[in-house]
C-alpha cells in the first residue's frame, strides 16, 4: 500500500556456578578518522552512540534529544524483515499504521508522518513524494537509529516528528563468510548473503557484496511478491589518516497489492455481511501490477589533515522507477454488502542526487573544550508522475468473483514533473566543560527551489523559492554515577510541495519543540535508561479540502504534541537482554480550517504505546546456544476520524521465538502475533482501515563459515 500525496478525491494510498552474576563486556567497534567515527551495531541490546543527532559518532547522553538505537542482534532476535517491522518496540514510534504493506515502511514518530521526509540512509535523506518511495531491504543493514523530535537544523526540512537513520553493512576490511535463509508459513522464502573480505594481504582495499533474493505468498490471497537485490562496497584505507567508501545497491520488486482502504464499519464495526476478511485480495489478479526498480551510487569520504580538523564529504544518487495497476476500495456506503472499489494507476520516475560536506573542528578555547562541525548540503529531487483513476465493478467481501474486466481509466488527473532543489548552510558546536557540562548548539539556514510542469489541461505551473532558518540549543550535565539530565529547544522547518485553492505555492511546515529530560547509564551494569518530556508544535500543516466540486490544498492546519517517552535497554546478565518503552501523548489539532475538530485528537494514531521485549540465552552446559525470546507490543485506542466519532480499539500483540546458534552456525523461529489477534491496526478515514499483520512464523536458519 502506498499513500498519495495528490489533489485526487480518490484517496490513495517495525549465573555461574558461584553464584555471582556475571556481567557481560560491551565491544563497540567504529571506523574512527580524527574522531568522526561510524558506529558499528550494538552487541546485545545496549548502545553507547549515535551520529542521528549529531551527524558525528556522539556519546547519547551528549545528545540533547531522545535516541534510541536498534542494533543488528535485536532485529535477529524478533525476526524483523522490514525497517518498520524493526521499529515496532521503539518509544515515541508508531510502526506499521495500516498493518503490513510490502512497499512501503511506514511510522509515525511523535504523532507525525515520517515516512516521506523523516527516513534516511547512513545520514542522507530518502526524500520521496507521491507514489516514488524509497525502500531498503532490511537484510542490508547493520541497524537503525532513532531520533525523536524535529531535525531540520541537522539534515535541512525533515518531518517535526523525527528521524529514522537506516545504517547500511559496508566493507570493513574484515573477512565476512555468512549465508541465511528462512520460510514463513505463507510460504514466503529467501535466501540472503553476505561476503566480504580485503582484497589482498595488508592491502589498503576490503570489499563487501550483500544481497537476498526472497518471494512467495504472503498473507493475503493472490497477493504474491519477488524482491532481488544487491548492494555491493569497497573501502580503500591508505593510511590512518584517509578512508574512502565506495558505495551501490540494485533492487527489483514484482508483487500484487496487500492489505488496506477497508471501510470502517466491516473491520473495526461489523457490517450487514460480518466483518471482511483479512485475507481478502481487493484487486483482480491478473490485472494487478506493482512493480518497482531502485539503484543507488555514492560515495564517502573521510581525511583527518591534522589533531585538529577533519573533512568528510558524502554524495549519493538514487533512482526509482514504480508502476501501479489496479483497483482498490473506497467503499462510502455500507448499508449494502458489497465493496465498492475505484481502478487506479500512475507511472513514476524520480531522482534524489544529494551531496553532504563537512569540516570538523577539535579545538580548546581555555577551559573549554569544543567539536565544531561546519557545512554545506545540496540535494536536488525530480519526479516525473502521471495518475489516473477510473471504474471498478464492486468486490463481494465474503464470496468474491475475480473477472479481470469492467476496469476503466480516466484522463490523468496528475500529470506533471516537480523539481526540488535545496541548499543548506550549517554549523554545530558541541562544548565541554566544568567537568560534566555540555552545551550543543546548532544554526543552519536552507534555501528552497521548487517548479512544477503542469501537463493536464489545467496547465498550473509554478516555481516557489523560499529561505528559513534552523535552530537548537540544547544544555546536559554529566554526573559521575552516569545520570545526565538535559534541556533543549528546536526550531524547524520542512517544504511543501504543491499549492492551495488559489494555485498559489503552499510554504513550508514550520514549528517548534521543547524537550527535558535524564539519560541514565548505570555503573553496576550495562545498561541505558532513558526519560522525556516533550512539547512540540507543528504549524502551516498541508491538508486537502473539499471544496463542493473537488479537492484542493490548505496549510491552515496546527498540531500540538506533548508526551512523555520511557525507554529501558539493558543486558541484565550475560544470558538476559531486555528493551521495554512506553509512550504516553496528549495530541491536539490547535487550528483547522474546519472549526469544529479544533481541540480534536488526530486521527489514526494513538496517544498510548507501550512494549516489552526480554531474551534469555543459555551460553553454558550442554544446552550452550539454546534461547528464549517473548514481547508484548501494546498499542492504545485511536480515532478513524478527526472529528472523533469513529474510535478504534486498542490492541495487545504478542511476539516469541526460539533459536538456536553455536559453533557459526543457528536456527530460529519467530512467531509474530502468537494468539493471532484480529485487530485494526489504524485508520486514516472511514474508508482506508488496515488490519494489523495477524500470526506468523518464520523459520531461519544461518551459517558463518
Not at 81 to 99: C, H, I, N, S, W
Not at 387 to 396: E, F, H, T, V
Request: with cysteine; glycine share 10%; charged share 20%.
Amino acid at each position: 500500500m502506498v499513500l498519495a500525496l495528490s489533489s485526487s478525491p480518490a484517496i490513495a494510498q517495525d549465573e555461574n556456578d558461584s553464584g555471582s552474576v556475571e556481567l557481560p563486556t560491551l565491544v563497540v567497534e567504529g571506523e574512527e578518522v580524527g574522531g568522526i567515527a561510524d558506529p558499528a551495531s550494538p552487541e546485545g541490546y545496549v548502545p553507547t552512540e549515535s551520529t542521528a543527532g549529531s551527524k558525528t559518532a556522539t556519546p547519547i547522553e551528549e545528545i540533547p534529544q531522545s535516541v534510541s538505537v536498534i542494533g543488528r542482534e535485536e532485529m535477529d532476535d524478533r525476526g524483523a524483515q522490514k525497517v518498520d517491522e524493526a521499529l515496532r518496540y521503539t518509544p515515541g514510534v508508531f510502526a506499521q499504521p495500516f498493518g503490513v504493506d510490502t512497499d512501503t515502511d511506514w511510522a509515525y514518530i511523535r504523532g507525525f508522518d515520517v515516512t516521506q521526509s523523516g527516513m534516511f540512509l547512513d545520514g542522507l535523506q530518502l526524500y520521496s513524494y507521491a507514489f516514488a518511495g524509497i525502500i531498503n531491504d532490511s537484510f542490508l543493514l547493520d541497524g537503525v537509529e532513532v531520533l525523536r523530535g524535529p531535525a531540520s537544523v541537522l539534515y535541512g526540512g525533515s518531518s517535526a516528528g523525527g528521524v529514522v537513520n537506516q545504517l547500511s553493512k559496508r566493507a570493513n576490511g574484515e573477512r565476512i563468510r555468512y549465508l541465511e535463509a528462512g520460510i514463513t508459513d505463507s510460504p514466503n522464502g529467501y535466501l540472503g548473503f553476505d561476503i566480504g573480505d580485503q582484497v589482498s594481504e595488508d592491502g589498503p582495499w576490503s570489499y563487501r557484496l550483500v544481497g537476498r533474493i526472497k518471494g512467495g505468498d504472503t498473507q493475503v490471497e493472490h497477493a504474491d511478491n519477488f524482491r532481488g537485490v544487491i548492494a555491493p562496497s569497497l573501502l580503500f584505507e591508505p593510511d590512518n589518516d584517509t578512508r574512502l567508501e565506495l558505495f551501490a545497491s540494485y533492487q527489483y520488486d514484482d508483487q500484487r497489492h496487500t492489505n488496506g482502504f477497508f471501510p470502517y464499519v466491516g473491520t473495526v464495526e461489523r457490517a450487514s455481511y460480518g466483518y471482511i476478511p483479512r485475507d481478502l485480495y481487493y484487486s483482480e489478479p491478473e490485472r494487478d501490477k506493482f512493480e518497482a526498480e531502485q539503484s543507488s551510487i555514492g560515495y564517502e569520504l573521510e581525511h583527518q589533515l591534522n589533531d585538529t580538523v577533519t573533512l568528510r564529504s558524502t554524495s549519493r544518487w538514487f533512482h526509482v522507477e514504480r508502476e501501479e495497476y489496479g483497483p482498490y476500495p473506497y467503499d462510502t456506503n455500507t448499508s449494502d454488502d458489497v465493496l465498492s472499489r475505484i481502478n487506479f494507476a500512475h507511472d513514476t520516475t524520480a531522482d534524489l542526487a544529494q551531496t553532504d560536506n563537512q569540516a570538523i573542528f577539535d579545538v580548546d578555547t581555555g577551559p573549554l573544550s569544543h567539536t565544531l562541525m561546519t557545512g554545506v548540503s545540496y540535494e536536488n529531487y525530480r519526479i516525473d508522475q502521471w495518475q489516473a483513476s477510473g471504474s471498478a465493478r464492486p468486490l463481494d467481501p465474503k464470496d468474491p468473483t475475480y473477472t479481470n474486466s469492467g476496469l476503466t481509466l480516466n484522463d490523468p488527473y496528475t500529470d506533471e514533473t516537480i523539481t526540488l532543489d535545496r541548499l543548506g548552510l550549517y554549523a554545530q558546536d558541541q562544548v565541554k566543560f566544568g567537568d560534566g557540562w555540555i552545551v550543543t548548539l546548532n544554526g543552519r539556514y536552507d534555501r528552497t527551489w521548487i517548479d512544477r510542469n503542469d501537463r493536464t489541461a489545467a496547465d498550473v505551473d509554478y516555481s516557489d523559492q523560499d529561505g528559513a532558518f534552523s535552530g537548537r540549543a540544547g544544555l546536559a550535565y554529566a554526573f559521575d554515577n552516569g545520570i545526565t539530565p538535559y534541556v533543549s529547544a528546536t526550531r524547524f522547518f520542512e517544504p511543501q510541495i504543491g499549492t492551495d485553492g488559489n494555485n498559489d505555492p503552499v510554504g513550508p511546515q514550520t514549528g517548534n519543540q521543547y524537550e527535558a529530560g535524564v539519560k541514565y547509564q548505570p555503573t553496576f551494569m550495562q545498561a541505558l535508561f532513558t526519560a522525556s518530556v516533550f512539547e512540540l508544535t507543528r504549524s502551516n500543516t498541508l491538508q486537502s479540502v473539499w471544496d463542493g466540486s473537488g479537492y484542493s490544498y490548505s496549510t491552515v492546519g496546527e498540531i500540538r504534541s506533548r508526551g512523555i517517552e520511557l525507554e529501558a535497554k539493558a543486558n541484565v546478565t550475560d544470558n538476559l537482554k531486555l528493551t521495554a518503552a512506553l509512550t504516553r501523548y496528549d495530541l491536539e489539532i490547535t487550528d483547522d480550517i474546519d472549526q469544529s475538530i479544533v481541540g480534536n485528537q488526530p486521527r489514526l494514531v494513538p496517544e498510548t504505546l507501550a512494549s516489552v521485549w526480554l531474551d534469555y540465552t543459555i551460553h553454558t552446559g550442554t544446552f550452550q546456544g539454546l534461547g528464549f525470546g517473548a514481547g508484548v507490543r501494546y498499542q492504545g485506542e485511536s480515532y478513524a476520524d478527526n472529528a472523533n466519532t469513529l474510535k478504534v480499539p486498542d490492541a495487545a500483540p504478542v511476539d516469541a521465538a526460539i533459536h538456536y546458534d553455536r559453533d557459526g552456525w543457528g536456527v530460529s523461529l519467530n512467531v509474530t502475533n502468537v494468539f493471532d489477534e484480529r485487530y485494526v491496526a489504524g485508520c486514516q478515514g472511514a474508508e482506508t482501515c488496515g488490519y494489523g499483520e495477524g500470526r506468523t512464523a518464520l523459520l531461519k536458519t544461518h551459517i558463518n563459515f
